[in-house]
């Protein structure tokens, strides 16, 4: 007796039902929706900027349409008016927002790599090219002025692994520039607020051609694996060396 064909409907709205609610990915916010979620965190930190933004571009308009009434030609005024009021009240917002970025970035660990993997221009960035265990970090950026290591942590600790990535680094960059700094609030450090504009004002030392060739020696060095300090764990074995043969 032949067997009667399965229910191709069912299965195939149960498969695409399955599809539609988990198989695929989310789709990324829209610009407008990334707005939004910009200006409420900007809202909650600095109640006072979205109010002055916005007082901007009222103020702008309002002088439009009096220069309107003043010297006639409506159009003109307003024309050029609310596009000026509209960028000035938004460049406005859109610094508030970075201000706000650098007060809740300050004083966490990872702040200044996330400033510089938004950095303008032509740079790359490593990040953790030297760490302790006590989460002193060194990060290393490669742009037209040339090497500029990145610290962030305890003094003392982060000058020694600048002074040993530095050592590391000039094996391949022969006479290029090294620079490094300290992130931080204290003296003789650069705030995380001032880092990306501190970087932007060092010279430009390379040509294009010689930063990417600065880039492919990097590339060589091998990682810098460091051995933690103090006793050995109980139960880790040190791994072995390869067996001699022994000639017969």
Known sequence: MAKKPKDTT????????????GGGAEKPPGRLKQIG???RVVHQQSPRSIPLAVGIFVVLVALSVLGGFLFGGWLYWLTLGIPVAFL???????????????????????????VLDNMRGDWTTEPGVGATRQMDVVHRAVGRPGVVLVGEGDPARVRGLIAAE???????A???????????????????????????????NLDKAEVAELRYRLKALP???????GPIPKGVRMPKGPKAQGGR
């Open 10 to 21: 069912a299965t195939a709205s149960g498969s695409g039902g399955a599809r539609g609610s």
């Open 223 to 229: 990682p810098a694996v460091q051995m933690p300090k």
């Open 166 to 172: 530095k050592k590391r680094v000039s094996r391949v």
């Open 37 to 39: 979620m910009v200006a």
């Open 174 to 204: 022969y006479n290029t520039p090294i620079y490094d700094l300290h992130v931080g609030n204290g003296d003789k450090q650069v705030r995380i607020a001032d880092l990306q504009r501190h970087l932007l004002k060092l010279p430009r």
């Open 88 to 114: 000035a009240g938004f460049i406005y917002f859109t610094r508030s927002a970075q201000r706000v970025q650098y007060q809740m970035l300050d004083g966490r660990l990872g702040a200044a790599m996330a």
